[in-house]
């Protein structure tokens, strides 16, 4: 009974491992090809070290050291953390700030602004560069970090007021009366009881812009371009992959540098990242 | 609407009247001022009504919003009737009608554009929906889930860029005399076949190939949110159905389904919304050449390549269109929702 309930369930796990074999092995082949001997990888294939895989010799770093020494990829992971770490920052705490107002406080136009805001979550960002680029420009916040911030800052807003609004709004109303009974200001209100019992939800929306920052191109092009000083890594590495398209332990390496920080914050704080997915999406 | 009838902050409600009273005492002792006391009041409880504590809560976010997505949008479509140049506007920009909003919709390059876009919505869409769901519902039954699930994740936490490399690699080419790099190959000429450059392969192969590479990222993100909904499915529903005699198949088909129709339109909205503005796997695998092109590199191009503003403006436009219909379910679902609450 039990053998046959096993076999029946052999198709079921045959699935499974086909989708995630090609969701792990081509991610697997990359981080191989990174770590290979330089001089081998563009004369056979990552699979080929599995039968030698002990007799040595076939493994080096001298690819990371390539593309973080002589392609500046070292400067550029730097400015990735430069634009992210603020840009999340500061967008977390405006939004906090704005979201806590359309949940708790009463103004003409709450309902329909907020409408507006859950509107412009989807807008595409190409309908904001044209008009912007200009100002930038005039102000001499292009190829700067404090212009990203700002754009970063705009475009993620949208979405992480709604995710802390909602939140936000499920917070058990007595709390307000209590507080307010007590004397305390909305804005002490808001510092002394909202923020504190919001920090898991402010934590998922932090983790979640982070990453999407992080891992941001288009709007890293369009307003820091190229210039090695300012550019993150997504940018240099897209650069790479025109000057350098063919030479695979480069491309490799530096596609895992971009990766690790990502899969670390992914695989530590999972928890917060699937709860901001969800917050996003499923109501609630 | 019961959002409405719920009574937020009860302390501006009291200030409000006390603003009023002040006001109201100040100018009673007049005895002309019947009139002027009338509008007092009137302006009085505008004033009060106006809720300067709340304002300042969401100014910040506000500003922020009306300069870079707000301003920018209405901008942007006006620009779309104008030529070319770097300029927003100015001596050096003409008027020139619907010039661009032709070459949008003529172009051969915009209509290849078109075509992939329209390509990749159906596929990548109903792949990333069809795939999530079934791994959701697969995955419930073993007890290597958790693994399982982080696995197919991962390419949803990494950037697009790095996924980008990740395929370059596997579809990569070597004339059929060098030993393959690329896995794909390698399995191709290992059963006697001959090397393709799949992302050379117009107009088909290679399209396919690019959007495997956008369903490979996207599925984890679908099967996540498809897991909790399903999860939330209770269990004596599924299990009734099954002593009842339902095979697997039925109780999928006839109880998981239905139940999982409301986040499947979620997901799905979530997926098009995404590919219709897809970027940056075309900027690094193809830059839309060998007819890959999509309606985003193509805007990218021209405000950065061309430096032509006006078309570059008309093809945003292109894209906010198509997405407004998404926009307005978002608001709607939104709505409905306050009104559950």
């Not at chain 1, 697997?28 to 004369?43: C, E, K, M, Q, Y």
Request: charged share 10%; with cysteine; proline share 5%.
């Amino acid at each position: 009974m039990n053998l046959r309930k096993a076999v029946g369930r052999t198709p079921l796990h045959l699935v499974i491992l086909f989708f995630v074999g090609i969701w792990f092995l081509p991610t697997l082949g990359l981080l191989i090809t990174s770590f290979r001997d330089p001089s081998s990888v563009a004369g056979s294939g990552w699979w080929t070290i599995f039968p030698k895989l002990f007799s040595g010799g076939q493994f080096s770093l001298q690819s990371y050291v390539g593309v973080v020494r002589d392609q500046g990829l070292g400067r550029a992971f730097l400015n990735s953390l430069i634009i992210s770490v603020p840009a999340t920052a500061i967008s977390t705490f405006v939004a906090s700030f704005a979201a806590y107002g359309f949940a708790w406080m009463r103004f003409t136009g709450r309902r329909y602004l907020f409408m507006v805001v859950v509107g412009l979550m989807v807008i595409p960002l190409q309908m904001t560069f044209i008009p912007v680029l200009p100002i930038y420009g005039k102000l001499g916040l292009a190829g700067t970090f404090p212009g990203i911030w700002l754009a970063h800052t705009a475009y993620g807003l949208p979405l992480t007021t709604y995710l802390v609004h909602n939140f936000m709004a499920g917070i058990p109303k007595d709390l307000f009366d209590s507080a307010a009974i007590d004397g305390a200001s909305p804005f002490m209100t808001f510092s002394r009881i909202v923020m504190p019992i919001s920090v898991p939800a402010l934590a998922s929306v932090f983790i979640f812009q982070f990453l999407w920052i992080w891992n941001d191109l288009l709007v890293g092009l369009v307003y820091l371009g190229a210039l090695p000083n300012v550019a993150p890594l997504t940018v240099s590495i897209a650069n790479l992959v025109t000057n350098r398209g063919q030479d695979w332990e480069l491309l490799t390496a530096a596609a895992f540098v971009s990766m690790a920080l990502p899969l670390v914050v992914f695989f530590s704080l999972q928890r917060y990242f699937v709860r901001g997915i969800l917050a996003g999406s499923v109501k609630g | 609407m019961a959002a409405e009838l719920q009574p937020h902050g009860g302390q501006d409600s009291r200030r409000r009247t006390h603003i009023g009273k002040r006001i109201v005492v100040g100018l009673d002792g007049s005895v002309a001022g019947r009139r002027i006391l009338k509008s007092g009041r009137a302006m009085a409880r505008w004033f009060g009504s106006v809720r300067w504590n709340s304002w300042a809560f969401v100014a910040p976010a506000l500003l922020l919003i009306g300069f870079f997505l707000v301003y920018p949008t209405i901008m942007t479509i006006i620009r779309s009737f104008f030529g070319r140049g770097t300029a927003l506007f100015g001596p050096t920009v003409e008027f020139v009608g619907l010039t661009n909003w032709k070459y949008v919709f003529t172009n051969e390059i915009m209509l290849t554009s078109l075509r992939n876009n329209a390509l990749w919505a159906i596929l990548f869409t109903s792949c990333t929906v069809g795939f999530g769901l079934t791994l959701a519902v697969l995955l419930d039954r073993v007890r290597y889930e958790k693994l399982a699930k982080s696995i197919i994740f991962i390419p949803a936490a990494i950037s697009m860029v790095g996924a980008s490399i990740i395929w370059k690699f596997i579809y990569a080419y070597k004339p059929a005399h060098l030993a393959q790099i690329g896995v794909l190959n390698a399995i191709v000429v290992a059963f006697g076949g001959e090397p393709v450059g799949w992302l050379i392969q117009r107009p088909w192969i290679n399209n396919l190939c690019l959007i495997a590479v956008g369903i490979w990222i996207w599925t984890g993100f679908c099967m996540v949110i498809f897991s909790a909904a399903y999860k939330n499915i209770p269990r004596a529903l599924l299990e009734a159905a099954r002593i009842d005699g339902a095979g697997e198949w039925r109780v999928f088909r006839n109880i998981i389904l239905p139940l999982l129709g409301p986040t499947a339109g979620v997901v799905a909205t979530t997926m098009v919304v995404q590919v219709l503005k897809i970027f940056d796997i075309i900027y690094v695998m193809t830059n839309g050449n060998y007819s890959t092109e999509v309606i985003a590199n193509r805007m990218y191009k021209e405000m950065f390549n061309y430096n032509n503003y006006g078309r570059a403006s008309a093809i945003a436009v292109v894209l906010l269109i198509l997405i407004v219909p998404f926009m307005i379910l978002n608001i709607r679902r939104f709505a409905a929702q306050e009104g559950a609450r």
